[in-house]
């Protein structure tokens, strides 16, 4: 199922409208065109509009707020759900200050997403609108580990439920939930978290499989998750010794880009609960 899903990317050429943090938007345009996607990044209020209707979807990450992009997020998020694209929410940092907090639950409140992606602090802010975030993130005593893991994919799957979208978790286990299925995914490695914007660029990527994929949302969500795991694991793996995350960055990036269908299948560490 993987294997079909980022085939789809590489055939289809998603184009993806980004709104999303300027400290990392290069990365996310640069692992958009190593999937095999398409990057627009837009954050005009008087352009995203008719750049949102030549684009197949739209990524709005909440990273570097302010006020005059969070006024460009809902006009572009009006349109998107106007033209029926697929829409995702990444909520850098909910739960760190009240401007974040307040302004993903508004979109939410506004906007049909179909995939909310964030880690587990912020995913937990947005269940209860407030919550305690450490900067961009996630809080230690969010974390979910093999003891925690029932009880969490319960909760998102609840979640998922109530708020009708696609709910993904991302930590060192992560949870991809449509309130019936949830993937439960180990790639990765723990160094990622030492790079600026390795989920910056999973929720570019998501974006790009989820409007490829658009009758398998779900799968196309938990691929994308897999597929960036799996490329911190090679990217590691090819790191000489003295080089280091700056070099990793770069390493991850290539991995995408010489990934296909067929190594993502059989690299996935996957379970469904």
């Known amino acids: 199922m993987f294997k079909d899903c980022f085939d789809?990317?590489?055939?289809?050429?998603?184009?993806v409208h980004?709104?999303?943090?300027?400290v990392t938007v290069n990365d996310v345009a640069n692992i958009l065109l190593a999937a095999g996607g398409s990057p627009i990044m837009s954050d005009d209020k008087d352009d995203v509009p008719d750049i949102q209707t030549i684009?197949?979807?739209?990524?709005?990450?909440?990273g570097t707020l302010n006020s005059r992009t969070i006024q460009s997020m809902f006009i572009a998020g009006r349109k998107a759900n106007e033209l029926g694209h697929p829409v995702l929410l990444?909520?850098?940092?909910?739960g760190a200050s009240k401007l974040r907090t307040d302004t993903a639950v508004d979109l939410l409140k506004?906007?049909?997403?179909?995939?909310?992606r964030g880690n587990i602090s912020e995913i937990k802010t947005l269940a209860i609108g407030s919550g305690t975030t450490k900067g961009v993130d996630a809080d230690a005593a969010d974390a979910i580990t093999d003891e925690t893991l029932p009880k969490a994919v319960e909760f998102l799957k609840g979640l998922a439920k109530k708020m009708n979208t696609i709910v993904a978790v991302t930590g060192a286990i992560d949870i991809v939930t449509d309130g019936e299925k949830a993937y439960v995914i180990r790639n990765g490695r723990k160094e990622m978290g030492q790079i600026t914007g390795t989920g910056c660029q999973l929720s570019g990527l998501m974006t790009a499989f989820i409007v490829a994929n658009p009758d398998n949302k779900l799968e196309a969500a938990a691929?994308?998750?897999s597929a960036m795991g799996l490329a911190g694991e090679i990217g590691y793996d090819h790191l000489a010794p003295y080089e280091g995350n700056s070099t990793y960055r770069n390493r991850i990036i290539d991995a995408i880009c010489n990934m296909d269908g067929e190594q993502l299948e059989k690299g996935a560490k996957c379970q469904i609960m």
């Open 18 to 22: 980004n709104i999303t943090n300027y």
């Open 110 to 116: 506004e906007i049909k997403f179909d995939v909310v």
């Open 8 to 15: 789809n990317v590489r055939k289809n050429v998603p184009l």
């Open 55 to 62: 684009c197949g979807g739209l990524n709005i990450n909440i």
């Open 223 to 225: 691929a994308a998750v």
């Open 90 to 94: 990444d909520p850098v940092g909910a």
